[in-house]
């Protein structure tokens, strides 16, 4: 049968709750510094931005808000991407860290409200004769049932509320770094794709070309071995069979090596059909949603940025790690309280007047501490100057990475178009040079500088279609994007809401 508490027993519970309910309403004031957001140490628009004279044109459009997999839209790229989203360690850890930090502000603001335990005991105790007040040998027992709780800071001053505002923004702070992580993850896996696929596009210019010298070099061996080529003639052929066979090799090295990136990107090996065979077509890259964005971008398109985001998280939990430095220098307030009922037989435990309690207020003024608590501010409020520089150097990276990727982008289009046409030039050279070679009017050394320029040219190509797609991914990453997978997709999860 289960005791119940007469209401002489329950008094003592209603004693208990006094000074709980008082300590709840005593809200009591914060120390902490009102935050202001420091203000940009950047231009208002981006410089290599040609457009950024008009302001009328520019843009309010936030890359953040346009989907990766409206930027790459190779459903190859896509799939690879999406498996390095799963599968990647330090995305994963990033997730983790989030976890930590959540629990971590949970511990922070439990200590906004007392800790309840209910405890029961039992005290036994002989005394000897000889020690008696009675002459005779004395037993005693006691038996206690209480609820209560121990040294319940009253937080009159905001010290516990500013260690839990900083625990909120480190927490805030940490899914800030796991979008961070996101974006780099993602601009990572595509640039590591791209380059595997620009080198395969080189290896099989260099086989190409390794398979036609090899042909010209067997004919020209044929004359040789006829009379009519020299040895010259014959060691110049074999050069350039040389040379390719060793671009060759090294960029089947160089394949295997951009392999392995990636795959160490996406966190486990990939199947045949997710490595690419090429560069994909440029003209895609002309259609992505960033190529269209007009000039004039305004700056404060870095606010989205999630570096940028986590520094402001950090600035804000070393500012309210102030006001706990402050709160040092107040008095504190301590509660401890108990009420049950005792008795010093079990059978007793829960009878009319058994009830007891207790209430232990204690206040404790900082008189003398050699200076700690001065110099604990010192520390929070130099942390937060620190935290002001790293904010602002973070803007300021930002502004210089978004403007180089725009300088570039001006020139991109112009230097592919230039390259196309040099490549043209040098193919129509080449194509003359064979003529006029086979006709005996040059040499074959003339021939070989016409076959090396064109193949140069082939190679220099590849590498500038290679520009323009990583700077795509680039200006994407640099502007913030990179964080949801389609426009317009809502963002769920760790990051939807502000706190937990």
Avoid at 492 to 499: E, F, I, S
Wanted: net charge neutral; glycine share 6%.
């Amino acid at each position: 049968m289960t005791p119940s508490l007469t209401p002489h027993a329950a008094r003592p519970f209603r004693v208990l709750m006094t000074p709980l309910l008082v300590a709840m309403l005593l809200g009591g004031c914060t120390l902490m510094p009102d935050y202001q957001r420091p203000a940009a140490p950047v231009a208002a628009h981006f410089s290599g931005d040609t457009g950024a004279a008009t302001t009328a044109t520019a843009t309010t459009t936030a890359v953040a808000d346009i989907g990766w997999r409206d930027v790459f839209t190779d459903p190859v790229l896509q799939d690879v991407i999406a498996l390095a989203l799963a599968n990647n360690r330090d995305l994963r850890v990033a997730v983790l860290n989030i976890e930590k930090a959540r629990a971590q502000y949970g511990v922070e603001r439990a200590a906004l409200f007392p800790t309840i335990n209910a405890a029961t005991s039992e005290s036994a105790s002989r005394t000897p004769a000889d020690l008696s007040a009675t002459g005779r040998a004395l037993t005693a027992r006691s038996y206690t049932a209480t609820l209560g709780f121990s040294a319940y800071e009253l937080d009159l001053f905001g010290r516990v509320r500013s260690l839990k505002e900083q625990a909120l923004q480190s927490f805030l702070s940490t899914g800030e770094a796991r979008r961070s992580t996101q974006i780099s993850l993602i601009a990572e896996v595509a640039t590591a794709w791209l380059t595997l696929a620009s080198d395969q596009d080189r290896l099989r210019l260099a086989r190409d070309t390794l398979a036609s010298q090899s042909s010209s070099y067997a004919l020209t061996q044929r004359s040789a071995e006829l009379g009519s080529a020299s040895a010259l003639t014959l060691r110049q052929a074999q050069t350039s069979v040389e040379s390719a066979r060793v671009d060759v090799e090294s960029y089947t090295a160089q394949v295997d090596q951009d392999r392995n990136a990636l795959v160490l990107l996406v966190g486990k090996d990939l199947p045949q059909r997710l490595l690419p065979n090429g560069l994909p077509d440029t003209a895609l890259a002309a259609a992505s949603p960033l190529a269209t964005i007009p000039p004039g971008l305004p700056s404060e398109l870095l606010q989205r940025r999630a570096d940028i985001v986590e520094a402001e998280r950090n600035l804000r939990a070393a500012n309210a790690n102030i006001g706990a430095a402050r709160a040092a220098f107040y008095p504190s307030i301590g509660l401890t309280a108990d009420a049950g009922t005792a008795s010093a037989r079990l059978a007793g435990l829960f009878k009319g007047g058994s009830g007891s309690w207790s209430f232990v207020p204690q206040i404790s003024l900082p008189i003398f501490d050699g200076g700690a608590n001065q110099a604990n501010l010192d520390i929070a409020t130099v942390s937060r100057d620190i935290s002001v520089a790293q904010y602002e150097k973070a803007i300021q990276t930002a502004f210089q990475e978004v403007s180089d990727a725009l300088a570039q982008r001006n020139t991109l289009g112009r230097q592919l178009q230039a390259q196309e046409a040099l490549v043209e030039a040098s193919g129509e050279a080449y194509r003359l040079s064979q003529a006029r070679f086979n006709s005996g009017v040059d040499s074959y050394l003339t021939l070989l500088d016409s076959q090396r320029t064109l193949y140069s040219a082939q190679k220099t190509l590849i590498g500038t279609q290679l520009s323009r797609w990583t700077n795509l991914v680039t200006f994407y990453k640099t502007l913030g994007g990179g964080w949801i997978e389609r426009t317009g997709t809502p963002v769920t999860g760790d990051l939807a809401t502000a706190a937990p």
